[in-house]
């Protein structure tokens, strides 16, 4: 039966459904630290709601996307013609890929599978900009401005927090982004996991969007609600844009349990902003818990989860799979992304009970008892190979340190310098912030590695995003210092007057939603 199970994983560049994972075992679903959704919201109330309407759900048609499409917008202060919903994100990405993009697309690597995926499935060249292990996997806006111009590319993306680090740039730094690249077809900046951000109060380009001409942003109401099977995500852009991509979209594409949880928002706004200050919460709380493991490097993320670095020797399949086989607890290994490798997984932050489970179980299965166990005494110099993972493939004998030994002949850009880590020096932006050092635990016996963060790096600052409750701000750290870098040196249009743009600085009279967070709902 554990083979049964296990094998699921080899059949696909995705893991396997929850579903397949309680058909094939015969049991109830392991405890997911795999899929990236809120462990908060809904509700149990509003869980109880969705059981006693369920009938009704499921035997009549939803109204016509443009219906409920109409009733986000009212809760986000959108207008309806800069916006168009999907059945998830990947049916915008799909669209997108179809209509916007033309010959090419950059997107830095490792990244949500998708962005690399769809646009190779059309045809289109895909341009891979490797993010530095060796700069915590920080993406150097510069550097891939660099290299967007050296490959002539016409399409670019960025996905902001980065799926599966948790990378992060502040909405400053973004905007220089899409300014510095005005003249390319069109630039993607996906938000899918921006709600669990805390690094600064305003992180979202949702507002900029809608007035450049090649600017989309795409945005997830699955993963912030946690809710990914009832697959709804929107995107955000100029009305010609969000036109094209909305005019390819069936009138029923959304389902009813989309439109149920959409006109349940508006009286669940603070549970849901609550959530999210729970998400942040466990985020720090987990980081700390695993970077006591020996030998286990947590990068610092603005994500609902946490890339880990396994200890040398260890391969993540193996550890993937004992941990469910073993212990009924699912992750998600990283070998199949491209700039990654089985060495590294992605954790999704669960409540604190369900964290003391995961490192129980880690601990049980990295170190145990010497026999048996998945990584041999630490400082032995074991060292480290992947038959599984796309980077190895690529690269050849890295030890598992990510693409810092990639050759220009080998990802196709002779001559072109190689990223490095974020400085002010090299990436011409005075005062940019350096990048955060991963977690490590101080027993890992591992020369060279970065030291643990400081209790005062991992507390940050004690601001919180101006538009979350007073209960939930109460108190709240952040995973950051607060950041305040300096743009580069293209200018930034300043925001448009409130009347220019129609777009509100209240909720409309009787919304559920605090002022100044529903325009980063979802």
Known sequence: MADNVTSLFRTGAHSPSMAALARESGEAGPLDFCIPCNPYFPTPAMFDELTHRLRDIITYYPSSADTITSELCNLLQLPPQCVAMGNGSTELITWIDHLLVRESLAIPVPTFGRWTDQPLETGKRVDMFPLQESAGFALDPAQYIQFIRSRGTRAAVICNPNNPDGGFLPRQTIMAFCDALADLDLIVIDESFLEFADAESEPSVVEDAVLRPNVIVLRSLGKNFGLHGVR??????????????RSMLPKWNLNSFAETVVFMLRDHGPEYL?????VRRDRLDMARQLSALPGLTIYP???????????VGAEGTVVRDRLLTEHRVLVRECGNKIGSSSRF???VVRPQADVQRLVAGLESVLYGTRRGAAVPALGTGTS???????????????????????????????GQPQPQPLTAAANGMMGQPQPQQPLVAAANGIPGQPQPLTAAQTRGTTGMPSGLTAVAAQGQPQAYPQ???QAMPQP???PVPQQATGWPNTPPNGAGWPAAAVDRVG
């Open 492 to 494: 930034v249009p300043q």
């Open 345 to 347: 997984l992605r954790l």
């Open 274 to 278: 609550e959530s999210l200050h729970m």
């Open 301 to 311: 993320s603005q994500g609902n989860f946490l890339f880990v670095r396994l200890p």
């Open 483 to 485: 950041q305040q870098p």
């Open 232 to 245: 709804f995500g929107y995107m955000v852009a100029n009305p010609s844009l969000a036109g094209r991509v």
């Open 384 to 414: 480290y190979s992947s038959g599984t993972a796309a980077v190895d493939r690529l690269v050849g004998s890295t030890n598992g340190q990510g693409y810092p030994g990639l050759t220009a002949a080998a990802n196709g850009m002779a």
